[in-house]
C-alpha cells in the first residue's frame, strides 16, 4: 500500500515527480485566458489537465494559446481525452498531444459513456489504458467508483487511479465514501478524487479519507468568483491532509460515552 497512516506524511510522487501540492486543476469553463491564469496561480497546484480535443496547444496558430500563460516551465501539463467516447478516440487523442507537446507521455485517461451524466465508459477505459500502457504513455485514469475496476487499471499499469466523487460537473460532492475507502485500502498508486466536487467541504473530506489529492475544474471555474474559490480549494486541501494526518477523535452519541460509534451507520 502507498496509502498514508494517520500521524505520516509522504510526498505525492506522480510519474518519478515529487509535487507540493495536492490540488489538480482544469482549465475549461473560465470566461477568457487571463481569468484562467489568475485562478490556476491561487490555486497553487502544480499539475494542470487541459482537454486536447477544446484546448488551443498550438495546433490552431490563429487562435490563443493556452501555453501563453500555462507555462510547461512552471507546471506539469496534463492533457487529458476529455469528450471522446471510445478507447480508438481516446489514444489517438493522447498520440496528438504528445505530437504537440514534444514527446510528453503524461496523460489523464477518460473515455465517457453517456453524453448527459458524462458516466466513464469502463469497458473502454480499460481497452484504451491497456493500449497506452503498451505504448509507454504514464496514464492517469479517470474512471469509476467501482473497486475492482480500480485493481484491473492498476494492474495494466496505469500510474495514478482517479475514481469519481459524483458525475462530472455535478457539484455533489463524494457520494460514495465507502466505495474510494476500498479503493484506497487496496492501493499501491495514488488515488485522487476526480469529478464532483462543488465546494471546499467536498475537496477536504477527500483529502480527510486519505486520498493522494483531489482533481477538479468546474468547481473553482464555474463558482462566482473563480480566483477566490481556487484559493479556498487550495487551504481545503491542506486542511484535509493535515487533519487526516492529525487523526480525528472518535465519534462519541454522548460525551461520556463508554464506547465510540465510528463504523456504525445511522
Known amino acids: 500500500m502507498t496509502q498514508n497512516t494517520p500521524g505520516q506524511d509522504k510526498p505525492l510522487i506522480i510519474a518519478g515527480k515529487t509535487y507540493s501540492s495536492r490540488l489538480l486543476v482544469g482549465t475549461g469553463k473560465y470566461k477568457d485566458l ?12 502544480d499539475i494542470v489537465t487541459m482537454a486536447v480535443r477544446r484546448t488551443n496547444l498550438g495546433q490552431n496558430p490563429d487562435e490563443p494559446n493556452l501555453l501563453d500563460v500555462i507555462s510547461p516551465e512552471r507546471y506539469t501539463l496534463l492533457p487529458n481525452t476529455a469528450g471522446c467516447y471510445t478507447a480508438d478516440d481516446a489514444v489517438r487523442t493522447c498520440r496528438l498531444a504528445r505530437e504537440l507537446l514534444d514527446g510528453h507521455n503524461l496523460v489523464k485517461l477518460e473515455v465517457l459513456g453517456d453524453q448527459k451524466t458524462l458516466y466513464p465508459d469502463v469497458v473502454q477505459t480499460l481497452k484504451a489504458a491497456e493500449q497506452l500502457v503498451k505504448e509507454e504513455f504514464q496514464v492517469m485514469v479517470y474512471t469509476s467508483d467501482d473497486p475492482l475496476v480500480a485493481r484491473q487499471l492498476e494492474e495494466i499499469g496505469c500510474i495514478a487511479v482517479m475514481p469519481l466523487g459524483a458525475p462530472i460537473g455535478s457539484g455533489l ?14 492501493a499501491k498508486v495514488p488515488i485522487l478524487v476526480d469529478a464532483g466536487v462543488g465546494t471546499a467541504s467536498d475537496a477536504t473530506v477527500a483529502m480527510e479519507m486519505g486520498c493522494d489529492g483531489v482533481l477538479m475544474n468546474t468547481a473553482i471555474a464555474a463558482a462566482q468568483d473563480p480566483v477566490r474559490m481556487a484559493r479556498a480549494m487550495r487551504l481545503a486541501v491542506e486542511s484535509g491532509r493535515d487533519a487526516y494526518l492529525a487523526g480525528r477523535m472518535p465519534r462519541k452519541l454522548y460525551a461520556s460515552a463508554s464506547s465510540p460509534i465510528d463504523g456504525t451507520f445511522f
Not at 34 to 45: F, L, N, V
Not at 173 to 186: A, F, M, V
Open 173 to 186: 460532492g463524494i457520494r460514495n465514501p465507502y466505495n474510494i475507502r476500498i479503493i484506497l485500502e487496496n
Open 34 to 45: 487571463d481569468e484562467t491564469a489568475r485562478a490556476i496561480e491561487a490555486s497553487g497546484a
